[in-house]
């Protein structure tokens, strides 16, 4: 089961995810809106996958093309899914506490943390200023 408004701030759920990316017949595109100067940014992924519960929504994902200058989620391939409640990160202590909002371990994407508070940011955008203004992920059908 998804929350958020499906008008706006929406995550479709880690079930849902896993479902509809288990026959590998989806990509993954993030559109990005950098804070800094305003200026939009696009990462796309050709492979994402998202494995079931039992294996902690594991990621799997590659395949970059965009111009968001540098393949910032290609970090957290392989990281299991966390929340403030469930810690599924590495070593790293529990991200999804720590930065507000649960997410694939920590690592230089960080789309689902708090926004304004240095925590909401995609490495590598924008020079040394990566912060975002906003961020959407979008699971497409493969042509």
Known sequence: MGFGQPSGNYWLGNDLL?????NNLYKLKFDL?????GNWYYAEYSRFLVLSEAENYKL???GYSGNASFDAFFFHNDDMFSTFDRDNDRPSGNCAARYGGGF?????CRV???????NFYWSGLSGSYPD?????MWVQCKP
């Open 18 to 22: 896993n479902q509809l990316t288990a």
């Open 33 to 37: 809106q950098s804070l800094r100067n």
């Open 60 to 62: 799997v994902v590659n």
């Open 104 to 108: 694939w371990g920590c690592g230089p």
């Open 112 to 118: 689902n943390g708090a926004r304004r508070t240095r």
């Open 132 to 136: 975002l203004q906003y961020s959407r």
